[in-house]
């Protein structure tokens, strides 16, 4: 993390120490929130619709803060006696010691966006790249033009590689945190429908991610996914002056993936000779795999350290993961959904062998703008009746998918639900021995409360 004088860090954004005999104090990290204040932190609070961080000052400076930074025209309290820096305004203060301490780092860093897939290829790149240097990555969900500038501040000075999640909901966001990350290495691993309510279609989804490219550096790498329908249509039409490669299975890519074979431990594939494994579910992982070997090779790690780095990932909690449980098992991947990855998620609990009873939970896919109701319908025509026995929907907009669902599937094989504790019910009613449970949703479904409610279930 960082650790600089208050000094240093005024000189970074640009901002006026309070008591010039306090410059030399050491300040050790920082935080956005009073609940997660360490001793020797910077306390940076920020100002939003719904909250004030300046009221918690106080309660930082108890905790063993250092010292904060506060905007212009805010009254100081006097019984706050940790120094202080002013600036104008403390996001942008933020924003602007990130970038500053990125361009103190002798570090190379990975730049990651695309609709579906971050955070396992993320994960991927951590597990196979540590088998060769110091990595750290976004930790969680920090993406955006708070998290990015918090991401790049934990870093440790002596680490050699990062890995940073770009995320987007609108137009400029990823304008905003790519020059703070300034990537080495940018990526797009591929264009749905996530945020259609701002971005409208999915060329201006790829619009919106190609601004990963402004703060590309000089001698930057772009990589891209060349199956990507959208991809390839859109990217060809920038004049990029750093190197362009792509992946895929298409045979023009510059990296070509071969699929071998899809089971319920994991996912192979090849590139040319060389047969590599992915732990994890889905055969959408060869993509995620595909790119972390493609990378790591151009990062000098050789064919050992690439296989037992792949084979040491950790997937991360609610994506994708097998929960077995006691006679029968649950596919979590409730952390979010779009068309695009409930598709994917669908396909994958297809493939899974050995269960006598297959049963879905879907809640709403948010955030797809005026065309919610048509990709939910879609979404639930989809479902294969072959290899699904029963369908659960929760929520308002899941209500189109169990009508969708209904010109495929018998209606008593289909239940639609306006309340999770219902849900549960029906569930501990289908469950029997050897089924598999297949839940996903947005985020803000919270659709892991039903995870929850069914994994004591003894069967």
């Known amino acids: 993390m960082i650790k600089r004088t208050l000094g240093q860090i005024a000189d970074m954004i640009g901002g006026e120490i309070s008591d010039l005999n306090k410059k030399d104090v050491i300040i050790e990290g920082i935080s956005t929130d009073s609940r997660t204040i360490s001793p020797g932190n910077l306390y940076i609070p920020l100002i939003g619709e719904v909250f004030d961080g300046r009221i918690f000052i106080k309660e930082c400076e108890n905790k063993g803060a250092a010292a904060y930074i506060i905007d212009n025209d805010f009254e100081i309290n006097k019984n706050i006696t940790i120094p202080y820096i002013k600036v104008a305004d403390t996001a942008k203060a933020l924003r602007d010691l990130a970038r500053a301490y990125r361009n103190q780092l002798d570090i190379k860093i990975i730049g990651i966006t695309g609709s579906n897939g971050k955070t396992t ?115 060809p039409t920038y004049e990029l002056t750093q190197k362009v490669m792509t992946f895929g299975q298409d045979k023009k890519a510059d990296f070509v993936i071969n699929p071998v074979e899809n089971t319920n431990s994991g996912v192979e594939f090849k590139h040319e000779d060389i047969t590599y494994t992915v732990p994890l579910l889905g055969d959408h992982q060869v993509y995620n795999g595909g790119i972390t070997v493609m990378i790591a ?95 659960l929907f929760y929520g308002p907009l899941s209500y189109e998918m169990y009508k969708g669902a209904m010109e495929n599937f018998p209606k008593n094989r289909l239940f639609y639900f306006e309340n999770k504790a219902d849900v549960c019910d029906k569930l501990k009613q289908l469950i029997t021995k050897s089924s598999l449970v297949f839940v996903k949703g947005s985020h803000g479904m919270h659709m892991e409360e039903i995870i929850e409610c069914i994994r004591t279930l003894k069967i």
């Open 297 to 391: 090779q151009m990062l000098g790690l050789d064919e050992k350290e690439i296989k037992d780095g792949l084979k040491k990932v950790k997937g991360s909690h609610n994506r994708s993961a097998i929960l077995e449980l006691d006679g029968f098992d649950i596919l979590d991947d409730s952390y979010k959904s779009n068309p695009q990855a409930l598709l994917t998620g669908l396909n994958t609990s297809y493939t899974l062998k050995g269960y006598k009873n297959k049963i879905v939970v879907l809640g709403d896919m948010l955030e797809l703008g005026d065309d919610e109701k048509k990709l939910h319908y879609e979404a639930g025509k989809n479902i294969d009746q072959k290899e699904i026995h029963y369908c």
């Open 121 to 235: 290829t993320k994960d991927l790149l951590e597990s196979t790249l540590k088998e060769k240097y110091k990595v750290q990555k976004t930790m969680g969900n920090l993406n955006n033009e708070i998290g990015v500038p918090k991401t790049i501040l934990c870093l440790d000075e002596d680490t050699e590689i990062g890995i940073i999640e770009l995320g987007t909901d609108n137009f400029g966001d990823i304008a905003l945190t790519s020059p703070i990350a300034k990537p080495d290495i940018a990526m797009i691993l591929n264009i749905g429908d996530s945020h259609l309510h701002n971005l409208k279609t999915r060329e201006g989804i790829a619009k919106a991610k190609m601004e990963i490219t402004e703060g590309l550096s000089d001698d930057g790498i772009f990589i891209y996914n060349i199956d990507d329908p959208i991809l390839a249509k859109v990217i």
